[in-house]
């Protein structure tokens, strides 16, 4: 079982949609939570980072934790082409992050 | 969040040659990460370097083939060795300020071994 895992898509959302990116994770004792979108050639920069159980809401994004459920999301409302990326979700326990694979996420105008 | 400068962005290498990649970061920070990506991939790490002590390698990862140097608060490198076609990739620092503020990444290395 790999340590964090994403579908790896493509997710394809109509422009204005919601978009929804999950996640899961394997250890149990995770202490933080982020998502990092990376476009095609850069490198990946960091949009999110929740720590305990619920939601997080920063502009058109909304992290997600179930810690129970060991689940982590990402939603994104009004969905603009400029949010086509690849979405990395990343785990931290004790200074050692890892990452997902990401999902890619296309928005069609 | 910190600035970091990586380069050289990108580079074609003949093989059995080596590269090696700078990182400065605009302030002081206690840990720098080497990762590469390989395309289509996700990011692995490669090792942690601290200021002050030897690197801390990840499974699959040696000093020979990747030496790291971390001189000071600021600023690291990492030499790819005696490269071959299998070492290209993406290859980027990260540095963590605080945990709130996750990691930021250089801007990243291009690799091609020819």
């Known amino acids: 079982q790999k340590e964090v895992e994403q579908n790896s898509g493509p997710l394809s959302v109509p422009e204005g949609a919601i978009a929804s990116l999950n996640c899961t994770y394997s250890d149990r004792v995770s202490q933080s939570f982020f998502w990092y979108r990376q476009y095609s050639g850069k490198s990946p920069e960091l949009i999110m980072s929740i720590y305990s159980n619920g939601d997080k809401e920063d502009g058109r994004f909304t992290a997600q934790l179930n810690k129970a459920s060991q689940y982590v999301s990402l939603l994104i409302r009004d969905s603009q082409p400029s949010d086509s990326a690849t979405y990395l979700c990343a785990v931290n326990k004790n200074n050692d992050m890892r990452f997902g694979a990401g999902t890619r996420l296309t928005v069609k105008p | 969040s910190a600035v970091i400068s990586q380069k050289p962005s990108r580079d074609i290498c003949q093989r059995g040659t080596s590269l090696t990649i700078q990182c400065q970061v605009d302030s002081q920070v206690t840990m720098m990460f080497w990762y590469r990506q390989q395309p289509g991939q996700s990011l692995t790490l490669i090792a942690t370097?601290?200021?002050?002590?030897?690197?801390?390698?990840e499974s699959g990862f040696v000093i020979d083939k990747f030496p790291i140097s971390r001189p000071n608060l600021t600023f690291s490198t990492l030499t790819v060795s005696n490269m071959s076609p299998e070492d290209s990739s993406i290859y980027l620092c990260s540095v963590k300020k605080t945990m709130e503020s996750g990691y930021t990444f250089g801007s990243g290395t291009r690799l091609t071994v020819v």
């Open positions: 370097a601290n200021q002050g002590s030897e690197a801390t390698y």
